[in-house]
């Protein structure tokens, strides 16, 4: 097994770990109707799903793109519903889905508006490989700024809250940042929809 970091950036593709967590009693529908919609589409994105999560792999915008729909289309009124995802560039274990980087960037086309509904998140970057990461992570903190996504400090993590859409093209621009300069990076987020916490503070 290699476990050796591929700190010279040449692995390409981005990957991205999403796990759904509706608080429902229907949440398993929920979440397989979500995935038989997209898996409907022809997919420009290596794809496979377990008992965890669904992995994709690909171009950046690609991956970010589904995702965010995939996200959209587990959401639902007045359920609160959590949101784990894990984006990754630069991991030897990606290459198996090398092929998918000629891939045009393709919109997600389900013949229905998806909803820009509001999220809160809290997301931890790390770099690997680079020493002098921590000018690179307060950029993309900063770009968050700019984004109008109210980046908050937090222990071990930073807060952000606004649309997914706003969020999303962050995470796009975030991540095409770390690929200019970073030669691996990790990052985890947590999305938290319709949360009780939110009302009770």
């Not at 409907?40 to 799903?49: A, D, H, R």
């Not at 587990?74 to 889905?97: I, N, Q, R, W």
């Amino acid at each position: 097994m290699n476990i050796d970091c591929n700190i010279d950036g040449s692995v390409d593709v981005t990957g991205c770990k999403l796990s759904v967590y509706p608080m429902s009693d229907q949440f398993a529908t929920i979440i397989t109707d979500a995935i038989k919609q997209l898996n409907s589409l022809e997919l420009p994105v290596w794809q496979k799903t377990d008992m965890f999560s669904t992995t994709y792999r690909g171009r950046q915008e690609n991956v970010v793109n589904i995702v965010k729909a995939a996200c959209q289309l587990t959401y639902t009124d007045s359920t609160h519903t959590v949101y784990e995802l894990t984006f990754s560039k630069g991991c030897p274990g990606d290459t198996d889905a090398d092929h998918y980087l000629n891939e045009e960037i393709t919109p997600i086309k389900l013949g229905k508006a998806l909803p820009n509904m509001h999220v809160d998140c809290k997301y931890s970057f790390y770099a690997f490989g680079d020493a002098d990461y921590m000018k690179d992570i307060e950029k993309i903190v900063n770009m968050a700024e700019v984004k109008g996504l109210n980046p908050e400090g937090m222990h071990y993590a930073t807060k952000l809250s606004g649309s997914v859409n706003d969020l999303f093209d962050y995470f796009n621009e975030a991540l095409s940042y770390a690929h200019e300069h970073i030669h691996h990076y990790v990052m985890e987020v947590t999305i938290s929809v319709n949360s009780p916490s939110v009302s009770s503070n």
